[in-house]
């Protein structure tokens, strides 16, 4: 089957540096994604990775190993409004997103 | 219009009932989407379209239908819902990009009692 991992929850203070994980097994693989979702909002894109390396966007990185099945979003500088549900989607052979449960970043002061 | 809308924004819905969900959008995207989003789960595929006049199956179609008359327009109808029903429901589109990105509307949230 596919799927796609990533951590229920996490924890990061106000300023700091903050890395989210995401691996998957996918049947086939055409791009992966990171969106944001603010509660109670539709998912807004972040980022797409298709080959190995780091994407940089501002504040935030994508990292992307597809011989490890692996991706990473690195936010920086963390801002309050960074809390967040953070959501990895992997485009399979069909063409199709498969995502993540998503990750609830909660930001501290 | 500006992106994608979706309709109602609400709503309460007994058991049984006929419900159509609206989703429009003005940016020429060939492909459009509906997903349904649950506690503790990812986005779930319900059916897609690639073009005006085709449509497809996703993970999750049953109890749903929907119809692709235009570029803009694509409604999900639930014949006869059921409390299993009750989610969060997103339409999406894709084309206008060279990554074929997914871009979401408002969504809707759906309650079956």
């Known amino acids: 089957g596919q799927n796609i991992d990533q951590p229920t929850e996490m924890t990061a203070t106000e300023g700091a540096i903050v890395q989210i994980n995401c691996t998957y097994q996918?049947?086939?693989?055409?791009?992966l994604f990171w969106y944001q979702q603010h509660a109670g909002e539709a998912p807004t894109f972040l980022s797409y990775?298709?080959l190995d390396g780091l994407e940089e966007k501002g504040r935030f990185s994508s990292f992307l190993s597809r011989s490890k099945g692996y991706s990473y979003l690195l936010l920086k500088e963390l801002q309050m409004k960074d809390s967040a549900s953070y959501l990895c989607?992997?485009?399979?052979?069909?063409?199709?997103?498969?995502w993540g449960a998503g990750t609830k970043l909660i930001i501290k002061p | 219009i500006a992106g994608i809308t979706q309709a109602p924004t609400s709503q309460i819905l007994a058991a049984g009932r006929r419900m159509t969900l609206r989703c429009t959008q003005d940016?020429?995207?060939?492909?459009m989407y509906w997903y349904r989003q649950d506690l503790g789960l990812g986005l779930r595929l319900i059916h897609y379209?690639?073009?005006?006049?085709?449509?497809g199956k996703g993970e999750v179609p049953d109890g749903y239908s929907v119809s692709r008359a235009n570029t803009d327009d694509f409604p999900l109808t639930l014949a006869s819902a059921v409390p299993s029903q009750t989610s969060v429901y997103f339409c999406?589109?894709?084309?206008?990009?060279?990554?074929?990105?997914?871009?979401f509307g408002p969504g809707t949230r759906l309650t079956v009692l």
């Open positions: 996918t049947s086939g693989f055409n791009g």
């Open positions: 990775n298709v």
């Open positions: 379209s690639n073009t005006a006049g085709t449509t």
């Open positions: 940016m020429r995207h060939n492909a």
């Open positions: 999406a589109s894709s084309g206008g990009d060279a990554t074929d990105t997914q871009y």
């Open positions: 989607a992997v485009r399979d052979s069909n063409y199709q997103l498969i």
